[in-house]
């Protein structure tokens, strides 16, 4: 997808396990890599992606995004279901840049707004959503993908 200051944002593909399973393992994730290659590779042939952050080394964060019709909307809706950066990653603008691609692929998808599924918890995920232009809804926060004019 591209690249800013030695962080490159990519589709994930099946190669991409051994790094993701110890991301998701370090997050108290654990899923074995073999598994996780297949989840990775049904995921590619479906609604939806796996976008990796990458810097010089193991995946530095992952977001997963799921697309799908809705009643009350004419576009699809575009679902984050993970969204992770490694600890020695956050506070750099991982997370934000994993956002904006995630954003940017669910336009491509069609989606006319994007929910992040997750507890509003004392972990400072409010903060993060109020500054990437999410708001609180029943399920989540969710924010519009297309300008209103």
């Known amino acids: 997808m591209g690249s800013r200051y030695g962080l490159e944002i990519r589709s994930a593909l099946p190669a991409d396990a051994p ?12 899923v074995a890599a073999p598994v996780l290659a297949e ?22 964060g992952i977001v997963v995004l799921h697309w799908y019709p809705v009643l009350e909307q004419a576009a699809p809706m575009a679902q984050i279901t ?8 956050r506070r750099r ?5 994993l956002i904006k691609a995630a954003s940017q692929a669910a336009r491509m998808a069609g989606c006319g707004a994007i929910q992040l599924l997750a507890a509003a918890e004392g972990n400072g995920l409010t903060e993060f959503c109020d500054a990437t232009g999410f708001v609180p809804s029943a399920s989540g926060f969710v924010r519009p993908l297309r300008k209103k004019g």
Do not use: K, M, N, Y
């Not at 993970?82 to 990653?89: F, I, Y």
């Not at 603008?93 to 840049?97: A, C, F, H, K, L």
């Open 19 to 30: 790094g993701l399973a110890a991301l998701l393992s370090a997050a108290g994730h654990p």
């Open 39 to 60: 989840r990775i590779e049904a995921l590619r042939h479906g609604h939806g992606t796996a976008l990796l952050a990458l810097e010089w080394g193991p995946p530095s």
């Open 82 to 89: 993970t969204l992770l950066v490694a600890p020695d990653g």
């Open 93 to 97: 603008g991982i997370g934000r840049q």
